[in-house]
């Protein structure tokens, strides 16, 4: 089994640093251009199934890609959503490390072991993210082709268990906006072959 993992393109929170979570900002002009060029790089491919986020951002994203697979099943996935980042959300990270110096320290240290005021830990997110694409790759053959379009947090969390990293460690898996991730399942392992592919993002850097 194949599994396309895909990360939304920017939104306008992403571009001014603001933490948007489960907050549902949907993709600027730089976004949609990010998700064509990724529909782009992946029309070629074999994909049976599209699961989305319901977060706009997501959906369009998906949505963009899935214009060349008109004949994939589409789903949306509510365990796909981001992060809740509780009393975070909607602040600007400069605003943040200035009014919580010390859960910032908490947060850089040891991430894992952290639940945010009033929304997810990081563990929590793994523990559903996981259980989602066990549960999504057991609706399926083994031939069956998948893409999955969500979020930072989810992707990082699924990157992690399927490298066996410690969710601590996050920081080491880069993920841009509009990334692409391929992984396997192979028997019982999830095998990763590529993480945070953004060649097809190289013009649009270009143009800035």
Same mark, same amino acid.
């Given at each position: ?129 996981? $259980?989602?694409?066990?549960?999504? +790759?057991?609706? /399926?053959?083994? !031939?069956? #082709? &998948?893409?999955?379009?969500?979020? $930072?947090?989810?992707?990082?969390? +699924?990157?992690? /268990?399927?490298? !066996?990293? #410690? &969710? ?41």
């Amino acid at each position: 089994m194949r599994i396309f993992l895909v990360r939304h393109g920017e939104t306008e929170w992403n571009r001014i640093n603001r933490f948007q979570g489960i907050s549902d900002i949907p993709l600027n002009a730089k976004g949609k251009a990010q998700a064509e060029a990724l529909a782009q790089v992946l029309k070629d491919e074999t994909i049976h199934v599209v699961y989305s986020s319901p977060l706009i951002r997501a959906r369009e994203t998906a949505r963009a890609i899935r214009h060349f697979h008109p004949s994939s099943l589409y789903v949306e996935e509510e365990g796909l959503k981001e992060m809740d980042l509780g009393d975070f959300e909607g602040m600007e990270a400069s605003d943040w490390a200035k009014e919580y110096p010390k859960f910032r320290k908490k947060w850089r240290k040891s991430p894992s072991s952290i639940k945010l005021p009033g929304g997810e830990s990081l563990k929590g997110v793994q523990v559903r993210a996981v $259980n989602v694409l066990e549960s999504i +790759i057991q609706k /399926h053959s083994s !031939e069956t #082709s &998948l893409l999955i379009c969500s979020h $930072n947090f989810v992707i990082h969390a +699924i990157l992690c /268990h399927a490298l !066996e990293m #410690s &969710l601590d460690n996050f920081r080491e898996i880069k993920q841009e906006t509009a990334a692409l991730n391929l992984l396997y399942k192979l028997d019982d392992r999830l095998v990763v072959e590529k993480v945070n592919e953004i060649s097809h993002l190289q013009h649009l850097a270009q143009q800035e």
